[in-house]
């Protein structure tokens, strides 16, 4: 009977709980004696609080007690930021769990009620009276920069959060000398992450124990007790942190949150379990952001496309605090990866966070590299359109060549493995690209406007080498863990210290122990998310889960095996050299029908009658593995789509994913993985994006005013793969969580240009609506050609106070 | 002001004093301990909280608990029966059709009576039904996929339920 699992699509063992209704998410747990918080949000975009009176709140049916950032004051210290990239002049500004004088956005907590329930919370804050004097206020991260701006912090002149620059070779000789020189202004909306599960969160404290626990819909359930401790003062070892079932993150649930903070507050204070859970409306302001980026960029190149240098000036809004993570995601998980796939000399990155009066940017999928795949990816068309070549071959000519251990790129980072070449070849066979490009010419000539876009993508991820993470200001390690525990009968606990919420790791990690030691997988269980039953980790987020936590769990699994390997030798009264290891059976060479499987090992090192002299009973080992390298998942993209020229209405027609993650463990779930990235990723394309006013107002506050992508508006995605394995951890395996948004955001931006090129459009702002478009249309109307990128270009300075 | 109501709730009944302001989801999840649905938005856009009542799909949040009176109403806890999944939840779970399971209760319980309303539908049919319904981790890819499987099983009699 083999056993072994890995590589194949088995069915996700989470999957029965979740469609039976069975699951606990946060806000489904119920404790005795439970009250409800709900608080109180500022309305202005940036005020200043003359007094808040909360007496008839208090006074209220039912409500236990009102908090303002006076009582939480000098209790709960200011929220930190984790991540402060070194050289660049952090401004770490004061964070306060509930703002105390100012507010600084919409949405910034300025009181909290608690009642037995939650509909009278809610009533109650309609009684609290704030008054407040109103400031004014900037949005956008360019503008906040320029001279006259409103000021957000008095210790942040300029709202500069900080100034990063990072650069190798000379770009200022690469952009001298180049043949073909084109340029762009790109604007990346703020994004809503909106995981299906708003944020939520129960504290109870035992004031006889000093002991705080929380329920937290988070991704890292071991930084939220880190920080949290350090918030609360209440020692790290008092503090238990449960991530129950945690209905998606995509980065929104890797910040520690004041609310939570302010949630347990309350429940140190009253002595009473306490849950807080926001409406979606509230997510919308009180729940970070992505992207936010207003960047100026420009690419080098000879006169046949060959590409010399890359450059950029990204003004990258932070919102009005520095969220857990913030600094390092604009800084170097996006300007480190300039080079993508391709082999460019001169790459320069110079990088402003800037405070705004918004809600706090955070990670949000893809994190820092969809917008560097997106300018490379943009100007590589655009030097197509330049030297007059095909999109296609300019990106071939400028691809690095296959290599399986290592490649050095001009700014600095080592890729693991690659076939960039390769994976282009498979998309463009796919798609039958020349027939695509033949079928576009003839529907041109019947009116018809069909656009193809065609990405080549390389991204960092499996984060990281913990030594990397300390030179880079990362405030922890990157490594991660896992135990394994076999008991007497042969079945195991896996425990690991990521945190999965809908990734399906319990079943590819049980895969992994199938693997590893020819254990049936419906005898291994795996356990997260609790920070008393788990082994420290750092959690799950940047495509890391699989490829560092997966790689603890099959070093575990190792480290078993040799001592199941001296056990079984004792038992078998043979030398360990004899004894060969197949399919969960030990046994000496030659004589696999007399071996000891893998339980009865496991039985005699649980019941130890019979051990060899100096080894200890059990059969547990845990590993805690720093990876040598990130990893380097890479693929190629292709849209098609269609656009209406009477009203701009766009149609995703195809989108073809083809990526190498190296070995799938499970492929069904890599594939799942695919599709909702390249939908999140059409999502940013076509239809998301925030909408503030003048007074920081968000305009798009609720799932009625913030378009996500429906069922009806995206095709089937084909997917498609490669394998390179990577040769810088146990597994092979690189990160899938994220590829697909990286890649298809641009893919599709590209396919909609490359299909109004013929009238005239050259550039439009995201999100692609159909008024958008059909403007772009009109404006453009009797000025058909090619070749605008000059036209529309800008010399990158501050001059271009840009509104989004 | 507290209200009476009578109703049955997945094959059960219940006779209740709800608040006359009480959204159906908050009985359904507070008093009944149904949490299987879910709240995933207040503006009745997201559908992570779709119940059938009298057969017909329902956003909970949208509805009050007061108007479910002499109604019955079915959660996602009573799909399966004796044990068997309903078809649905077969093909969810053979399609990986769900990925965070937050929308899950939604996305089936609109999926069963789109298939008893259409036991044969076009993927374009299963996509233009699930209007009312957002998921943001699976691209809809498995979800309509799963669809389509389901109603292949209860056509030819191959699912359970």
């Given at each position: 009977?083999?056993?072994?699992?890995?590589?194949?699509?088995?069915?996700?063992?989470e999957?029965?709980?979740?469609?039976?209704?069975?699951?606990?998410?946060t806000?489904d747990?119920?404790?005795?004696?439970l009250v409800?918080?709900a608080i109180?949000?500022?309305?202005?975009?940036?005020?200043?609080?003359?007094?808040?009176?909360?007496?008839?709140?208090?006074a209220?049916?039912?409500?236990?007690?009102?908090?303002?950032g006076?009582d939480t004051?000098?209790v709960l210290?200011?929220m930190p930021?984790a991540w402060?990239?070194?050289?660049?002049?952090v401004?770490?500004?004061?964070y306060p769990?509930i703002?105390?004088?100012?507010v600084?956005?919409v949405?910034d907590?300025?009181?909290?009620?608690v009642a037995?329930?939650?509909?009278?919370?809610?009533d109650?804050?309609?009684?609290i009276?704030?008054?407040?004097?109103?400031l004014?206020t900037?949005?956008?991260?360019?503008?906040?920069?320029?001279?006259?701006?409103?000021?957000?912090?008095e210790?942040?002149?300029?709202?500069q959060?900080f100034?990063?620059v990072?650069?190798?070779?000379?770009t200022?000789?690469?952009?001298?000398?180049?043949?073909?020189?084109?340029r762009?202004?790109?604007?990346?909306?703020?994004?809503?992450p909106n995981?299906?599960?708003p944020?939520s969160?129960?504290?109870?404290?035992?004031?006889?124990?000093?002991e705080?626990?929380?329920?937290?819909t988070?991704?890292?359930?071991?930084?939220?007790?880190f920080?949290t401790?350090l918030?609360?003062?209440?020692p790290e070892?008092?503090?238990?942190?449960?991530?129950?079932?945690v209905g998606?993150?995509?980065?929104?649930?890797?910040?520690?949150?004041?609310?939570d903070?302010?949630?347990?507050f309350c429940?140190?204070?009253l002595?009473r379990?306490?849950?807080?859970?926001?409406?979606?409306s509230?997510?919308f302001?009180s729940?970070?952001?992505?992207r936010?980026?207003v960047e100026?960029?420009e690419?080098?190149?000879?006169?046949?496309?060959r590409?010399?240098g890359?450059?950029?000036?990204?003004?990258?809004?932070?919102?009005a605090?520095?969220?857990?993570?913030?600094p390092?995601?604009p800084t170097?998980?996006h300007?480190l990866?300039y080079s993508?796939?391709?082999?460019?000399?001169?790459?320069k990155?110079?990088?402003?966070?800037?405070?705004?009066n918004?809600?706090p940017?955070?990670?949000?999928?893809?994190?820092?590299?969809p917008e560097?795949?997106?300018?490379?990816e943009?100007l590589?068309?655009?030097?197509?359109?330049?030297?007059?070549?095909?999109?296609?071959?300019?990106?071939?000519?400028?691809?690095?060549?296959?290599f399986e251990?290592g490649?050095?790129?001009?700014?600095?980072?080592?890729?693991d493995?690659?076939?960039?070449?390769g994976?282009l070849?498979?998309?463009?066979e796919h798609?039958?690209y020349?027939?695509?490009?033949h079928?576009?010419a003839?529907?041109?000539?019947?009116?018809?406007?069909?656009?193809?876009?065609v990405?080549c993508?390389c991204e960092?991820c499996g984060?990281?080498?913990?030594?990397?993470?300390?030179?880079?200001?990362?405030?922890?390690?990157?490594?991660?863990s896992?135990?394994v525990?076999?008991?007497?009968?042969?079945k195991v606990?896996v425990?690991?210290?990521?945190?999965?919420?809908?990734q399906?790791?319990?079943?590819?990690f049980?895969?992994?122990?199938?693997?590893e030691?020819?254990v049936?997988?419906?005898?291994?269980?795996v356990?997260?998310g609790d920070?008393?039953t788990?082994?420290?980790?750092?959690?799950?987020?940047?495509?890391r889960?699989?490829?560092?936590?997966?790689?603890?769990l099959?070093?575990?699994?190792?480290?078993?095996?040799?001592?199941?390997?001296?056990?079984?030798?004792?038992l078998?009264?043979?030398a360990?050299?004899?004894?060969?290891?197949?399919d969960?059976?030990?046994?000496?060479?030659?004589?696999?029908?007399?071996?000891k499987?893998?339980?009865e090992?496991?039985?005699?090192?649980n019941?130890?009658?019979?051990m060899?002299?100096?080894m200890?009973?059990?059969?547990?080992?845990t590993?805690?593995?720093?990876p040598p390298?990130?990893?380097?998942?890479?693929?190629?993209?292709?849209?098609?789509?269609?656009?209406?020229?009477?009203?701009?209405?766009?149609?995703?027609?195809?989108?073809?994913a083809?990526d190498?993650?190296?070995?799938q463990?499970?492929?069904?779930?890599?594939?799942?993985?695919?599709h909702?990235?390249?939908v999140?990723?059409?999502?940013?394309?076509?239809?998301?994006?925030?909408v503030?006013?003048?007074?920081?107002?968000?305009?798009?506050?609720?799932?009625?005013d913030?378009a996500l992508?429906r069922?009806?508006?995206?095709p089937?995605?084909?997917?498609?793969?490669?394998?390179t394995?990577?040769?810088h951890?146990?597994?092979g395996v690189?990160?899938?969580?994220e590829?697909g948004?990286?890649?298809?955001?641009?893919t599709?931006?590209?396919?909609?240009?490359?299909a109004?090129r013929?009238?005239g459009?050259?550039?439009?702002?995201?999100?692609?609506?159909?008024?958008?478009?059909?403007?772009?249309?009109?404006?453009?109307?009797g000025?058909?050609?090619?070749?605008?990128?000059?036209s529309h270009?800008?010399?990158?300075?501050?001059?271009?106070?840009?509104?989004h | 002001?507290k209200?009476?109501?009578k109703?049955?709730?997945n094959?059960?009944?219940h006779?209740?004093?709800?608040?006359?302001?009480q959204?159906?989801?908050?009985?359904?999840?507070d008093d009944?301990g149904?949490?299987?649905?879910k709240?995933g938005?207040?503006t009745?856009q997201?559908?992570a909280?779709?119940?059938?009542?009298?057969?017909?799909?329902?956003?909970?949040c949208?509805?009050?608990?007061?108007?479910a009176?002499?109604?019955?109403?079915?959660?996602?806890?009573?799909?399966a029966?004796?044990?068997?999944?309903?078809?649905?939840?077969e093909?969810?779970w053979d399609?990986?059709g769900?990925?965070c399971?937050?929308?899950?209760?939604?996305?089936?319980m609109?999926i069963?009576?789109l298939?008893?309303?259409?036991?044969?539908?076009s993927?374009?049919?299963?996509?233009?039904?699930?209007e009312?319904?957002?998921?943001?981790c699976?691209?809809y890819h498995?979800?309509?996929k799963?669809?389509?499987?389901?109603?292949?099983?209860?056509s030819?009699?191959a699912?359970g339920?």
């Open positions: 009977m083999t056993t072994r699992l890995f590589g194949s699509g088995i069915r996700r063992r999957d029965p709980r979740l469609i039976t209704g069975q699951a606990s998410y806000d747990i119920k404790l005795a004696g409800h918080a109180l949000r500022s309305p202005h975009g940036h005020a200043r609080i003359n007094s808040i009176d909360t007496s008839a709140a208090a209220a049916p039912g409500v236990i007690a009102v908090y303002t006076a004051e000098g210290n200011p930021c402060v990239i070194p050289d660049s002049d401004k770490a500004v004061a769990p703002a105390r004088d100012v600084r956005y949405g907590a300025v009181a909290v009620v037995e329930d939650r509909y009278q919370a809610e109650a804050l309609e009684l009276t704030v008054d407040y004097e109103p004014p900037v949005i956008n991260p360019e503008a906040a920069m320029q001279e006259g701006a409103p000021q957000l912090h210790d942040a002149p300029s709202n959060a100034h990063w990072a650069a190798g070779g000379d200022d000789d690469a952009f001298a000398n180049a043949d073909v020189v084109v762009d202004t790109i604007i990346q909306q703020k994004l809503i995981p299906m599960e944020r969160a129960i504290a109870t404290y035992v004031p006889a124990m000093g705080l626990t929380i329920w937290n988070t991704q890292n359930p071991h930084i939220a007790r920080v401790c918030v609360t003062g209440i070892h008092k503090i238990r942190v449960i991530a129950p079932e998606g993150g995509f980065g929104a649930k890797i910040a520690v949150y004041a609310w903070m302010v949630t347990a429940a140190m204070k002595g379990p306490v849950k807080w859970t926001e409406t979606r509230e997510n302001v729940t970070t952001h992505g936010d980026h100026y960029v690419m080098a190149a000879n006169s046949d496309g590409v010399t890359v450059r950029s000036v990204v003004y990258a809004g932070m919102g605090y520095l969220s857990t993570a913030a390092g995601i170097i998980l300007g990866m993508g796939p391709y082999d460019i000399a001169n790459i990155a110079d990088i402003y966070g800037v405070f705004t918004s809600t940017v955070e990670a949000y999928r893809g994190a820092g590299r560097a795949t997106f300018l490379l943009r590589m068309d655009l030097v197509a359109a330049e030297v007059g070549k095909d999109p296609v071959e300019v990106r071939r000519m400028n691809l690095i060549p296959k251990n490649h050095d790129v001009a700014i600095g980072l080592t890729y493995s690659g076939d960039y070449e994976v070849n498979v998309a463009l798609v039958n020349d027939q695509l490009r079928d576009q003839h529907g041109r000539e019947h009116g018809r406007l069909t656009g193809i876009g990405s993508y960092i984060l990281g080498p913990s030594q990397v993470a300390g030179a880079v200001g990362f405030g922890g390690g990157l490594w991660e896992a135990t525990r076999f008991y007497a009968t042969g606990n425990f690991i210290g990521t945190s999965p919420h809908g399906g790791e319990e079943t590819t049980a895969q992994i122990m199938s693997e030691l020819g049936p997988v419906d005898d291994v269980e356990i997260h920070t008393d788990t082994p420290m980790g750092w959690g799950t987020y940047g495509s889960t699989t490829v560092v936590g997966g790689g603890a099959a070093l575990s699994a190792r480290k078993i095996k040799d001592k199941a390997i001296t056990l079984a030798a004792h078998l009264e043979a360990e050299a004899d004894i060969e290891y197949e969960g059976n030990f046994f000496v060479r030659g004589a696999p029908d007399n071996g499987t893998i339980q090992i496991a039985l005699m090192a019941v130890a009658w019979n060899p002299e100096g200890e009973p059990g059969l547990e080992a590993t805690f593995y720093d390298n990130f990893s380097y998942p890479f693929g190629a993209h292709v849209a098609v789509v269609n656009v209406d020229p009477d009203n701009g209405h766009i149609v995703l027609e195809r989108y073809v083809v190498d993650c190296g070995p463990i499970n492929p069904m779930i890599v594939e799942g993985q695919v909702g990235g390249v999140q990723g059409a999502g940013q394309a076509l239809w998301e994006g925030a503030y006013d003048d007074n920081g107002q968000l305009l798009t506050g609720s799932m009625l913030y992508p069922a009806h508006l995206v089937d995605i084909e997917t498609l793969s490669t394998v394995p990577s040769p951890n146990p597994l690189k990160g899938i969580g590829t948004t990286i890649a298809s955001t641009v599709i931006y590209n396919a909609v240009i490359d109004l013929p009238l459009v050259t550039r439009l702002e995201m999100p692609l609506t159909p008024e958008r478009v059909w403007r772009a249309i009109q404006e453009a109307g000025h058909h050609g090619h070749g605008h990128s000059h270009g800008h010399d990158h300075g501050h001059d271009h106070g840009h509104g | 002001m209200v009476p109501i109703l049955t709730v094959g059960k009944s006779e209740s004093e709800v608040p006359a302001r959204l159906l989801v908050h009985y359904l999840r009944l149904l949490t299987g649905t709240i938005c207040d009745s997201c559908g909280c779709v119940v059938r009542i009298n057969g017909s799909t329902v956003k909970s949208t509805c009050l608990a007061v108007q009176d002499g109604a019955d109403v079915v959660t996602i806890e009573g799909l029966q004796d044990g068997n999944l309903h078809p649905v939840q093909a969810f399609n990986h769900l990925q399971g937050y929308c899950t209760a939604g996305m089936i609109t069963t009576e298939l008893e309303r259409n036991p044969n539908p993927a374009d049919e299963v996509r233009a039904g699930l009312g319904n957002i998921c943001r699976t691209g498995n979800i309509v799963a669809a389509l499987a389901a109603a292949e099983a209860i030819t009699g699912g339920g």
